[in-house]
């Protein structure tokens, strides 16, 4: 049985989000760009006006750091998946690469 590498797990269940709902955080406007919810957690996308974040817990404090970073805004759409899937494979594993 082929297991799905965390990138196609991302792609397969991402949602791109064309609302403009939006939050703040640490005094930065964060619009949702995309995300999903699967067995009670969620995984979300932001953006700023300069970069992106991503946060997948159901809570995330106002003064706290997104739990799995910064990305650089410049980066393509399949870039940052890229990204993200290192960042969450390196959580799974216990490696701190922030």
Same mark, same amino acid.
């Given at each position: !049985?082929? !297991? !799905?590498?965390?990138?196609?797990?991302?792609?397969?269940?991402?949602?791109?989000?064309?609302?403009?709902?939006?939050?703040?955080?640490?005094?930065?406007?964060?619009?949702?760009?995309?995300?999903?919810?699967?067995?009670?957690?969620?995984?979300?996308?932001?953006?700023?006006?300069?970069?992106?974040?991503?946060?997948?817990?159901?809570?995330?404090?106002?003064?706290?750091?997104?739990?799995?970073?910064?990305?650089?805004?410049?980066?393509?759409?399949?870039?940052?998946?890229?990204?993200?899937?290192?960042?969450?494979?390196?959580?799974?594993?216990?490696?701190?690469? !922030?």
């Amino acid at each position: !049985m082929n !297991m !799905m590498t965390t990138k196609e797990w991302l792609i397969a269940n991402l949602i791109k989000n064309n609302r403009e709902d939006a939050i703040v955080r640490n005094g930065i406007t964060w619009n949702s760009f995309a995300g999903f919810t699967s067995c009670g957690c969620v995984f979300a996308i932001y953006e700023s006006d300069n970069k992106y974040c991503v946060h997948s817990s159901d809570v995330w404090k106002e003064n706290e750091p997104p739990n799995m970073g910064y990305y650089d805004k410049q980066l393509t759409y399949d870039e940052l998946i890229d990204k993200i899937a290192d960042t969450y494979d390196s959580i799974r594993k216990g490696i701190k690469i !922030m």
